[in-house]
């Protein structure tokens, strides 16, 4: 039986957020098909939201499904959508029992009608919750994402509703996906990849990155925790000297 890490006193980042890696190479490694790991990883994904918000984080983001992630095979792709329909189904009556609120991020345009509507509901059926703030990234990629806010800054400007002197990071942040969201303190990424993958570029501009060899469906509470806990070790000084340099 595994001990439970005490986190009593530490710093609790307020948002995490998590590259999900390593579905597929769990599965090979069980002799079985990449779906299956999918499946599993899915499971992952709710225990970690109940015990990221037993442990006080209040903001927790997921990259599910990038914009290059189409590159795959047919048969994989067609697999996760229904993955994702069949999810997003299932966390509606999940989220209000949990009071959680769910977001999705990401060029909506790019998805079918059917996951589109599940968005939807699930967004409206869960904006009033109080309890963990749970983001999920489908057909999301940064670059795709600043892209489609610069167009709608662009067009706020050849209409008049923003003067260009006026533009600020604030005026900008506004247009991105993840408006009202308040950048990630910690990210982690899963599976011994050590590379951000397109995602969330503009918001972990100071967020402390922590990697892990662990598989996605074989992250838990206590990789949680360590998270947390390397966390703890950083110094965020933002720009600033440390307090041991001003002395």
Known sequence: MKTKIDLTGMKIPNHVAIILDGNGRWAKKRLMPRNYGHVRGAKTVEQICEDAWNMGIHY????????????????????????????????????????????????????????????????????????????????????????????????????????PECITETTFENYLDTAGIPDPDLLIRTSGEQRLSNYLLWQLAYTEFYFTDVLWPDFSEEELANAVLAYNKRDRRFGKISTEDEA
Not at 117 to 145: H, P, V, W
């Open 60 to 163: 927790l983001t997921v990259y599910a499904f990038s914009t290059e992630n189409w590159k795959r095979p047919q048969s994989e792709v067609d697999a996760l959508m229904k993955l994702l329909k069949n999810y997003l189904k299932d966390c509606i009556e999940r989220s209000n029992s949990n009071n959680m609120r769910v977001r999705v991020i990401g060029d909506k345009t790019g998805l079918n009608d059917a996951i589109r509507e599940k968005i939807e509901e699930l967004e409206q059926l869960t904006k009033d919750n109080t309890g963990l703030n749970f983001t999920i990234a489908i057909n999301y990629g940064s670059r795709d994402e600043m892209v489609r806010a610069m167009k709608l800054m662009a067009n706020d400007v050849k209409n008049g509703s923003i003067e």
